[in-house]
Structure formats: structure tokens, C-alpha cells
């Protein structure tokens, strides 16, 4: 789960940046890199985190309401990438997906990864699967 919370670290300081860009160049630039960390997040979140979170806890309510952020989170990553610094809404767009983000990790961490703790996850093995997999993503999207 470090990995995971090292991430969300990572994604609110890049939107906490973002807020102080005057630059279309500078904006541009950060939220490629925004977008490129939460695409990856998210896949690594879907494949491996969802899926045992589904076996371990008896109430999959916490998934499905991370699965539907994931989508809307998508949507908007979607959309950013379709546009420019200069286009009307993108700077606001940038900001929702920071508020969706936060929300996000805010139930992740208070209340899912909490929860699959409890259960007693060998957590270092899907680490190791998250950091290998991250890695994997990463090289393949900046290729």
C-alpha cells in the first residue's frame, strides 16, 4: 500500500503545482504528467487492488464506488488530453480532477486500505506485483 499512497502523494503535489502555473506551457507540460500518473495508477489500482479487495471484503460497496470514481477520473483524463492549455475549460477541468482525486484517495486510505489490512493481505507480494507493473506501464506510455 506505500507504493499506492506514494502515488497519491505524488498526484496532489502535481495538482497543488498546477494551481500556481501561469504558463500554457508549464500547464500543458504538468498535467501530461498528471495524466500519464493516474492512468497508470488506476490501471495498476484495477488490476491487482480491486480485484482482491473484492475476495477479502464481505461488502464490495468501497470497490464499486472506486471503480465509478475511476471512470469519471478517466473521462476527465480523456478530455484533458484532447485539449489545450488554451482551450476555455481546461484549467477547470484540471481542478475537478484534483477534487475527484482527493476524494478518491481520501476513502482509499480512511476506509479500503484499512479495511484490507484487517484481513491480514500479504501485502509485500502485491507490492512487488504493483511496482513491477507500474514500471511495465510506464515504459510502455512513454514509449
Known amino acids: 500500500m506505500d507504493l499506492l499512497e506514494q502515488d497519491h502523494r505524488e498526484a496532489e503535489a502535481f495538482f497543488e503545482q498546477f494551481e500556481r502555473l501561469e504558463s500554457n506551457g508549464e500547464k500543458a507540460k504538468l498535467a501530461a504528467r498528471i495524466c500519464l500518473a493516474l492512468t497508470v495508477h488506476t490501471q495498476i489500482e484495477e488490476e491487482f487492488v480491486y480485484p482482491m479487495a473484492r475476495k477479502l471484503l464481505e461488502q464490495a460497496e468501497l470497490v464499486d464506488e472506486a471503480e465509478v470514481e475511476h471512470a469519471a477520473a478517466k473521462q476527465l483524463i480523456a478530455e484533458i488530453e ?35 489490512r484487517e484481513r491480514d493481505l500479504a501485502f509485500y507480494k502485491l507490492g512487488q506485483r504493483l511496482a513491477a507493473r507500474k514500471t511495465a506501464l510506464l515504459i510502455e506510455r512513454r514509449s
Not at 83 to 108: N, T
Open 82 to 116: 484532447s485539449m489545450s492549455p488554451r482551450d476555455k475549460l481546461f484549467d477547470a477541468k484540471v481542478k475537478v480532477l484534483g477534487e475527484y482525486v482527493k476524494h478518491h484517495v481520501r476513502e482509499e486510505e480512511n476506509e479500503l486500505f484499512p479495511k484490507m
